[in-house]
């Protein structure tokens, strides 16, 4: 695990990522996570265990292939920060500053997946449908506006959504139209510990589908 301090951020002010790196010589996929501070275990907690301590287990039991997975930090300001219409912060640091410093000092290899949970979880899906910056997006009980997006996506990314009713997924589904797995969790709750629950399911999926295309 490496934190990168103080990165520029579109506001002026300054961001650390957390990146995780596996143990192995050659690329490996992209993930990126929003809300990055949340997900990982720096050391040990009886949270639900972090991302990085089960991806360790994942690569070394063959679950899923190595992976990097570089985490975004947030701030109280999220919700403007994560808010891709009216602000291009989050997009301008990730297509500005993250992506060409993972890429320069790290190996990675695409597909590149990007997710996040409520408003980063939205995020997730206008970076890769509406953007293009990630070839997959993972939206974990995503804040979503029905009318923002009011036309098909340019880009038919895979979006895999974890929603608590199938009234939610329609109301997606209704905009993003193809290329998408819901899966439906009526219980779930709204927090970052459900988030850091269903983070390895979702990296899981995802890369499942990247398999398999």
């Known amino acids: 695990m490496e934190i990168i301090k103080n990165l520029p951020f579109a506001n002026g002010q300054t961001r650390n990522i957390y990146v995780y790196t596996p143990d192995t010589y050659g690329?490996?996929?992209?993930?990126?996570v929003y809300d990055g501070q949340f997900v990982f275990d720096l050391y040990p907690t009886k949270h639900p265990i972090g991302i990085?301590?089960?991806?360790?287990i994942a690569i070394r039991e063959g679950t899923i292939p190595p992976?990097?997975?570089?985490?975004?930090?947030?701030?109280?300001?999220?919700?403007?920060?994560?808010?891709?219409w009216d602000y291009t912060?989050?997009?301008?640091?990730?297509?500005?500053?993250?992506?060409?410093?993972?890429?320069?000092?790290?190996?990675?290899?695409?597909?590149?997946?990007?997710?996040?949970?409520s408003a980063g979880g939205q995020t997730a899906i206008y970076m890769s449908?509406?953007?293009?910056?990630?070839?997959?997006?993972?939206?974990?009980?995503?804040?979503?506006?029905?009318?923002?997006?009011?036309t098909i996506a340019p880009y038919s990314h895979f979006t895999y959504l974890a929603v608590r009713s199938q009234t939610e997924a329609d109301i997606i589904l209704n905009s993003l139209k193809t290329n998408v797995l819901y899966e439906i969790y009526p219980n779930a709750y709204h927090t970052v510990?459900?988030?850091?629950k269903l983070l390895p399911h979702a990296i899981e999926v995802l890369i499942h589908h990247a398999s398999e295309t």
């Not at 690329?27 to 990126?32: A, D, I, K, M, T």
Request: with cysteine; net charge positive; hydrophobic share 45%.
């Open 27 to 32: 690329p490996s996929l992209l993930v990126v």
């Open 52 to 56: 990085n301590l089960y991806a360790d």
């Open 67 to 84: 992976i990097t997975i570089v985490g975004i930090e947030s701030t109280a300001d999220r919700l403007n920060e994560l808010n891709p």
């Open 89 to 117: 912060a989050c997009q301008t640091f990730l297509e500005s500053t993250v992506l060409p410093l993972i890429k320069k000092q790290y190996k990675v290899k695409r597909p590149y997946i990007n997710i996040g949970f």
């Open 129 to 150: 449908r509406y953007i293009g910056l990630f070839d997959m997006a993972g939206a974990i009980l995503p804040l979503w506006i029905p009318g923002k997006h009011n």
């Open 193 to 196: 510990d459900f988030f850091r």
